[in-house]
């Protein structure tokens, strides 16, 4: 699949899923430009990148969001494709006395941020006739224990891309949303988990799938890949599990 010259925002680019994405858009042939949060994390997926551009940025933010948007086309003039995979975790509870501000904080990266940064993006993915890929979860589809401010941001991303693909569809763009189920990044880790915790957990939800597998931040980018290429030219407004079975199972 080329990518020749194709302009691509990956948010979320300084590790796992994003990382993998920006990685393989680069390799083939698209100008990339990285969106995340720590800087030296950035630095070390640009290696693997040829010469992105570098975008610190915390995409909750909307001053942040637009400068993304205004950086991308100052250094690439254009943008082809958009990757919104930003997100963050955290268990809440309806009764716990903090949850609202856990909840306000999911819900800006995980759904806002999306709508600013695709509203902010439309215009110029409508002029060069491009199209968005959303990184939800399989918790948009299915409940699970302690996840419910999660599990609503996914569960309104994913009707968030259906609305929008509806909208965008006759000025030729498509949206789509990828639904993966377990994967192993450092998202566990980076919501405050320990290393001993984060592998306990996956080893969990490996015992939750039909196939008894978690899946490499690699295979996610790869589904992208080809559902941001125009292979996939009859596919929008979709929703795209990739969760080794998980919501087989009960």
Not at 15 to 30: H, L, P, W, Y
């Amino acid at each position: 699949m080329s990518f020749q010259d194709k302009v691509v925002i990956v948010t979320g680019a300084s590790s796992g899923i994003g990382a993998a994405t920006a990685i393989k858009f680069a390799e083939e042939g698209a100008k990339v430009a990285l969106v995340g949060r720590n800087q030296q994390k950035l630095n070390n997926v640009a290696k693997k990148c040829g010469n992105p551009l570098i975008i610190a940025a915390d995409v909750s933010k909307d001053e942040d969001a637009k400068r993304v948007i205004e950086e991308t086309l100052r250094y690439f003039g254009q943008i082809d494709i958009l990757v919104n995979n930003a997100g963050i975790g955290g268990n809440t509870k309806i009764l716990n006395e903090n949850v609202i501000p856990i909840y306000d904080q999911i819900m800006a990266t995980n759904l806002r941020a999306v709508v600013v940064l695709t509203h902010l993006a439309a215009p110029h993915l409508v002029k060069t006739r491009g199209n968005i890929v959303n990184v939800s979860s399989v918790c948009g589809h299915r409940v699970f224990p302690e996840l419910f401010a999660y599990s609503a941001s996914k569960a309104g991303l994913d009707h968030f891309t259906r609305a929008v693909a509806l909208e965008l569809a006759p000025l030729g763009v498509r949206v789509n949303v990828i639904n993966p189920g377990p994967v192993r990044t450092d998202i566990l880790e980076n919501s405050g988990a320990t290393k001993e915790i984060a592998e306990g957990t996956f080893n969990r939800m490996q015992e939750m799938t039909a196939l008894s597998r978690i899946s490499e931040p690699e295979e996610v980018a790869d589904l992208i890949l080809f559902i941001a290429n125009e292979k996939s030219k009859a596919i929008t407004g979709s929703s795209i599990v990739t969760d080794n079975g998980a919501l087989l199972k009960n």
